[in-house]
């Protein structure tokens, strides 16, 4: 069974203040992906990242992929309160047919 | 991209009853995918459909409980049937970008069922 493991489950931060966000298994990846979901609404993609060792920065946020396409992880600089959500990483894994597993979630909380 | 609803948004049903649910989607796509989402918890595959064919469904989910239709490229519905409390979840729908390799995937607005 191909299973994604993120960490931590919850998070609560005051505004300002970096967090990190991480996505790990025991199985290669072919691409990853993660999402945010606010409440009531479908989760919305954020970034794909396919290469190992790839970075990818979207404004405060930058996504790291593993050099061997095991993990992933999500780094928020300054945390604003509308990054309040839930994270959710997705991975295809080798040889899964493009398959989506999702991850556990990260529900983060920024107060201001 | 791909605009992605659905109905109802959501319900509050009585268990041993049917909902079925309705995706429509603004684009033509081969494949649609029904998710369900568990309160607090991340998101499961229940099936995948593609037009004109049998859904297929992932382990842990059968046809006569989530019966799906797929009557054209840019409509499902998934039916939850004989419903109990277990079955309280948000069940999103969800669609691809066309094209090769990692494609983008697009999610509904989700429909939230409380069975009582």
């Known amino acids: 069974t191909q299973l994604l493991e993120q960490s931590p489950q919850f998070l609560s931060i005051q505004e300002g203040e970096n967090l990190t966000v991480y996505c790990n298994s025991s199985s290669v990846f072919s691409s990853l992906q993660w999402y945010r979901q606010e409440p009531g609404e479908g989760p919305v993609l954020l970034v794909t990242v396919v290469t190992g060792g790839e970075v990818k920065k979207l404004k405060r946020l930058t996504f790291q992929f593993g050099d061997a396409r095991k993990d992933s992880s999500l780094h928020i600089t300054a945390a604003q309160t509308g990054d309040t959500g839930l994270y959710l990483c997705a991975a295809v894994f080798s040889g899964g047919y493009n398959k989506l597993i999702f991850g556990a979630g990260t529900r983060l909380a920024v107060h201001p | 991209s791909a605009v992605i609803s659905q109905k109802p948004s959501r319900d509050i049903c009585q268990r041993g009853t049917s909902l079925t649910i309705q995706c429509q989607v603004d684009?033509?796509?081969?494949?649609m995918f029904w998710y369900r989402q568990q309160p607090g918890q991340s998101l499961t595959l229940i099936a995948t459909a593609n037009q004109g064919s049998e859904a297929t469904y992932e382990s842990g989910f059968v046809i006569d409980k989530f019966p799906i239709s797929r009557p054209n490229l840019t409509f499902s519905t998934l039916t939850v049937s004989n419903m109990s409390p277990e079955d309280s979840s948000i069940y999103l729908c969800?669609?691809?970008?066309?094209?090769?390799?990692?494609?983008?995937?697009?999610f509904g607005p989700g429909t939230r069922l409380t069975v009582t």
């Open positions: 969800s669609v691809e970008e066309p094209g090769q390799g990692n494609r983008r995937k697009y």
């Open positions: 684009s033509q796509v081969t494949m």
